[in-house]
Each structure stands twice: as C-alpha cells, then as structure tokens.
C-alpha cells in the first residue's frame, strides 16, 4: 500500500481513478467499466489499494477544490471580488448573490464521483478478502472505515451546499443498478453519517508506518481514526448534538497530546520555532495544547510556515490533501484551484492576483483601527492571511494558501509586513488543501461548550441575595479554548507574558458574547480556508432564519445597490444545476430559485 500512497504519481493510480464509476454531467450519470467488476481484477489487496488511491487522486482534481473554496468561502464576508472576476459570469454572479442553475459551481459532479467510487471499494472488500488472504479482517475494517469516511465528508459538503441531496450507499456497477434519485432532507442525511461513522472509527488506523518522502505523510494525507473524529465532531455541531461533539474533540486531542509527548516534547525550542505547550494557567481542564508558536528567530509567522508553506503536513494537521509539483510533468497532482482563485505570489511584488480578493471589512480591520475582526495590531494572522496591494493596504488579495513562506517584523509603531513569497522556490499550486486542523477542533469543542454552557446567578450566602452572575464550567472551559488559540497568534516571543493583549475572560458578560467571540475567532484562525460560510450557514440552521448572515455578509453586496439578500433559510444554499433536474424525474428544483429559468417545462418543488 505504500507504493501507491506515498507518491501517487504512477500511472498506475491514473488508471485506477478512471476504473471507478464516476458522475458524469447529467444526474449521478454512472459510466459502465465491465472490466471493473470482472474476476480479473478484484483478486488481491493491491487492487483495493489503487482503488482507494485513486479516490484521493479525484478529491484533487480542480473541480473538487474550486468547489470547496467556492461553496465554503466566496458568499462569506472574507471575499469580494478580485482580477478578472467580472469576466467570469459565474464567479461575479456567486459574489454579488445572483445564482442561476446554469451556474458551473451548481455542477456536484466531483463530489458524488468520490462518493461512487468510495461505495465500490465498500462493496468490493469482502470479496477480495475471499481470495487474498494477507487483506485480513482487520484490514478490510480500515480500509472501509476509510473509504466512508471519504464518502461522508463529500455528503457534508453536499448538505451544506444545496441542503438537500440524492443519497445512496450502495455500490452502482451495472446499467441496471442506475436509477433516479429523489432528494434526501439534509438533516436526516447528517444523523446517517454520524452513525455510519461512529460505527467504523473503532476501526480506523490511528497511524500509518512512518514515511520518508519529505512531500507526503500518509497520517496526514489519508484518513485515520482522528480524521473520521474531526468529521464526527464537526457533523454533530451542525446537527447541535454538542456533548458528542466535545467528546469527539477530546478524543482527538488525547491523541494529539500521545504524540507530542513521545514525538516532539524533547526537542521543542521556541527560538526554532518547534511544536510548544500553550497553556492558560486558570485551565484546568487540560494540559494544554501543544500548538506551534507564531515567534521564531526575531520574526514571526513561523506557525504559518509550519503549517501552510514549506512541504505542509505539520504536526497540527489532522487530515490534508497533498499536491506536488516537482518537474514531473504530473500535472494532475498540481493545486491550480489556489493560484487560479487565490493567486499567485513572486518576490518584490504582488504579481499573480487572485480571481477571489479579501473583503475590505477584512482589509482595512487593522490599519484603520476598525478591530472588528482582528482585535489588535499584534494578530500574526492579519498578516499571514491577507496580501496588501500596497503599504497603504488601499485594496488587497488572499495571502494564506499563496506565500511560500512569511516573515513579520515589527516596530515600536505599525507592524511592518515583510513577505517572502516565493523565496523557497515553492509555487501556489504546491499548496496541500487542508481539511481539518488541530485548532480548527478547538475552537469547534468551544463552540459546543458555549451552546451546552451557561451563566448561573451568584448568591451571597449570608443574605441569599443574587449579587452578579459568572460562567458555569462549560463557559470557562470554552473561553480557555478560545484563548489558547488567540494567544499563540499574538505577536510576542513568550508562551506567557502579551503585555495585556491577550483576551479576558471578564470581558465577556453573556452567552451571546461568548459565541460570538468563538465565531469572530474561528474566522481569524480558519480564513480563507474554506470555513467562513458554514460557519455562517450553521448558525442560521440553529436558528431556523437567515439573520446571522444578513448581519455580516449583506453590507458588502447591498453597497452596489438594493436588491433584498437571503429572503429566505433556501436561498442559503445553491440551486440544484439545471441539467440534473432535467435528467433526474425525482428532484426538484427549490422553489427559491425556479423563477431564474425560462423553460416551461423546467419543473418547480411545489
């Protein structure tokens, strides 16, 4: 198995990717391979493995990244338009929430692609298991612990793309096995994976052997028991079972800390910017969490080098996609989804604009002293996140995902930005695709906390009077949480002493204001990550209403005119294409968006 995993290069794997039953346009239109099933393949482990290979080779194919980046940020308030996007009709109509279902981004060919191939490799286990006997019981129960949890994460960004979708879990392989699909309410689709899920992460690998190609970790860029976990934690806070969720999280971080303590605490240094312990001194409900500092050196931003730049696969990464582009023509293995709507970056210059630009409520959060996203000038993360267009910050484009690396040095007056883009000879498309992290899980355990915690009177037990009111447990743990992940961000080279910046937890009087403060967080650690709008969208679906996002994404669309934004919860998510209601009887379209077809024979969900 570590021949195909390691590089996945050969053609080998190309060929692998194509065996699979693959949607192809029209509605989970699935392409017969009677070669696939025949005797003459499905015979040994080795063509479960190319199989499974295979599947991640299409989660980096374009397609599949555009859309994580295009469904999970552009109709947040971290993106406005950038280079060129008014000449893509697609592109500029997402932004300015114009969405037709002719719209390319509707297109869930990618996705339900994974979702075939993932359910063949499910289906096909036990019968190679037959006639192989190395691929032993406990190998067939990784292998398919892994595939549905490649499976389910595609189904998650599904549901939270369009809501409701067609779901299946069975292996289609014949002509006859195809058949018109109805769509599936997203909430009883979410409970499904969350139980499909908990039943097979017991059999996940919790590692994989060591490897030596310095571009690949198999513990990272395949799933292991911590992914499917993260995936876990994060499906039960969209469905607002929130104590599996901090239980989920806290499995995770058990692990995380193992491999710390055997991996990484002898050699950490702080000047060489090593994995370090960060810790609040009033939590108590953990040892701390051991998170890369931002300081190295006399500089900073050594935690976004670690993790993004270089050859990525940091110990914070839980699960990432790897890419590679080495000179080997492997053109397939190349990110363009980062240099094409994110853009590129030379040395001495801010060349290679993006499609996609940070929105200027973003842009403008420090240098003006707004403070509404980034709380002070000290946030690493303003620099390390956005590419100013100039000292003036007078306009700006995506830098995470798009510098190579960063190096920050700051004065006794503005912190001075000082990039190093492409210095390392790594280009944009050599960015792995991270799809979770080890503070992403932080901050969604916070969350959960916030929703499960409140504030509790404080009474004097002399007279029995309410004097005040303070956070339970739940509160205090959460605000720790949260904290923890501020403050490896600000600008000091000390895990303690901030000189009064890092976050108090008095300042926080209500439950209202904890969650938000978890939110504004999660969007200064996770931007441009392809985070912003679930995070956005999640908390409309707890509420039953479209008033969170009104109130953080309507200003940068309402000031080009007066068009009413997000009448209603279904105009979150994105019209059904059009040529899959065409071709499927069973789905129709929503409601919402049937007005923005001419044919009459375009068919509406009444």
């Given at each position: 198995m570590k021949n195909y995993f390691n590089k996945i290069k050969s053609l080998v794997l190309v060929g692998a990717a194509s065996l699979a039953f693959a949607a192809c346009g029209d509605f989970l239109y699935i392409e017969p391979k009677t070669f696939v099933s025949e005797e003459n393949f499905w015979n040994?482990?080795?063509?479960?493995?190319?199989?499974?290979?295979?599947?991640?080779?299409?989660?980096?194919?374009g397609n599949f990244i555009n859309r994580c980046i295009m469904w999970g940020e552009t109709r947040s308030d971290n993106i406005t338009e950038g280079r060129g996007a008014a000449d893509n009709l697609d592109i500029y109509r997402t932004l300015k929430e114009d969405l037709k279902s002719t719209n390319s981004y509707c297109d869930w060919t990618s996705f339900y692609a994974v979702i075939s191939q993932c359910n063949i490799i499910i289906d096909r286990c036990a019968v190679v298991a037959e006639k192989d006997p190395t691929f032993t019981e406990s190998d067939v129960k990784a292998t398919k612990a892994e595939a549905a949890a490649l499976r389910d994460l595609c189904y998650?960004?599904?549901?939270?793309?369009?809501?409701?979708?067609?779901?299946?879990?069975?292996?289609?392989?014949?002509?006859?096995?195809?058949?018109?699909?109805?769509?599936?309410?997203?909430?009883?689709?979410?409970?499904?994976?969350?139980e499909d899920l908990d039943s097979v992460a017991p059999y996940a690998l919790k590692a994989f052997p060591d490897d030596k190609n310095s571009k690949y970790n198999s513990s990272r860029n395949r799933i292991t028991q911590s992914a499917i976990y993260a995936i876990l934690a994060d499906l039960c806070l969209w469905d607002g079972q929130y104590q599996r969720c901090v239980d989920y999280c806290d499995k995770i971080f058990e692990y995380k800390l193992k491999e710390y303590k055997e991996d990484f605490s002898k050699s950490t240094s702080l000047t060489q910017g090593s994995v370090v312990m960060f810790k609040n001194?009033?939590?108590?409900?953990?040892?701390?969490?051991?998170?890369?500092?931002?300081?190295?050196?006399?500089?900073?931003?050594?935690?976004?080098?670690?993790?993004?730049?270089?050859?990525?696969?940091?110990?914070?990464?839980?699960?990432?996609?790897?890419?590679?582009?080495?000179?080997?023509?492997?053109?397939?293995?190349?990110?363009?989804?980062?240099?094409?709507?994110?853009?590129?970056?030379?040395?001495?210059?801010?060349?290679?604009?993006?499609?996609?630009?940070?929105?200027?409520?973003?842009?403008?959060?420090?240098?003006?002293?707004?403070?509404?996203?980034?709380?002070?000038?000290n946030d690493v993360r303003y620099f390390t996140s956005i590419r100013p267009e100039d000292?003036?910050?007078?306009?700006?484009?995506?830098?995470?995902?798009?510098?190579?690396?960063?190096?920050?040095?700051?004065?006794?007056?503005?912190?001075?930005?000082?990039?190093?883009?492409?210095?390392?000879?790594?280009?944009?498309?050599?960015?792995?695709w991270i799809f979770y992290r080890l503070t992403d899980v932080m901050l969604m355990q916070a969350e959960a906390l916030i929703q499960l915690g409140d504030f509790q009177d404080v009474v004097d037990e002399a007279t029995g009077e309410v004097t005040g009111s303070e956070m339970d447990d739940n509160l205090k743990r959460a605000f720790y949480l949260i904290w923890t992940v501020n403050r490896r961000s600000i600008m000091t080279n000390s895990?303690?002493?901030?000189?009064?910046?890092?976050?108090?937890?008095?300042?926080?009087?209500?439950?209202?204001?904890?969650?938000?403060?978890?939110?504004?967080?999660?969007?200064?650690?996770?931007?441009?990550?392809?985070?912003?709008?679930?995070?956005?969208?999640?908390?409309?679906?707890?509420?039953?209403?479209?008033?969170?996002?009104?109130?953080?994404?309507?200003?940068?669309?309402?000031?080009?005119?007066?068009?009413?934004?997000?009448?209603?919860?279904e105009s979150l998510f994105w019209p059904y294409a059009k040529k899959e209601v065409r071709n499927n009887p069973d789905l129709n379209q929503k409601s919402y968006y049937g007005a923005d077809d001419d044919d009459d024979n375009f068919k509406l969900n009444n």
């Open positions: 040994e482990r080795a063509d479960i493995d190319q199989m499974l290979a295979g599947v991640y080779v299409k989660m980096q194919d998650f960004y599904l549901v939270r793309a369009f809501k409701d979708v067609p779901y299946y879990t069975y292996a289609i392989q014949a002509d006859a096995d195809i058949k018109p699909l109805p769509a599936v309410n997203g909430d009883q689709i979410v409970k499904s994976l969350i001194e009033n939590d108590m409900w953990s040892e701390g969490f051991p998170l890369y500092p931002c300081f190295q050196d006399k500089t900073f931003g050594n935690e976004y080098n670690q993790i993004f730049g270089k050859n990525g696969c940091s110990f914070e990464s839980i699960f990432e996609l790897a890419f590679t582009n080495d000179g080997s023509n492997d053109s397939y293995l190349t990110n363009g989804s980062i240099a094409s709507l994110y853009g590129t970056f030379k040395s001495g210059g801010n060349n290679g604009r993006g499609t996609l630009a940070c929105s200027d409520k973003l842009l403008n959060d420090v240098y003006n002293a707004n403070y509404k996203v980034f709380d002070h000038k000292e003036q910050y007078t306009g700006g484009y995506v830098g995470k995902y798009v510098y190579s690396d960063c190096q920050i040095e700051t004065s006794t007056t503005n912190p001075n930005h000082k990039q190093m883009g492409g210095t390392s000879g790594v280009s944009a498309d050599n960015r792995n895990t303690t002493s901030v000189h009064g910046n890092e976050l108090k937890i008095t300042a926080y009087k209500t439950k209202n204001e904890m969650l938000d403060l978890c939110l504004k967080e999660r969007q200064r650690e996770l931007m441009f990550e392809g985070k912003r709008w679930f995070d956005l969208l999640r908390q409309c679906h707890h509420e039953g209403n479209t008033n969170y996002i009104r109130g953080n994404v309507s200003a940068k669309i309402s000031s080009g005119g007066s068009k009413a934004l997000f009448l209603n919860y």
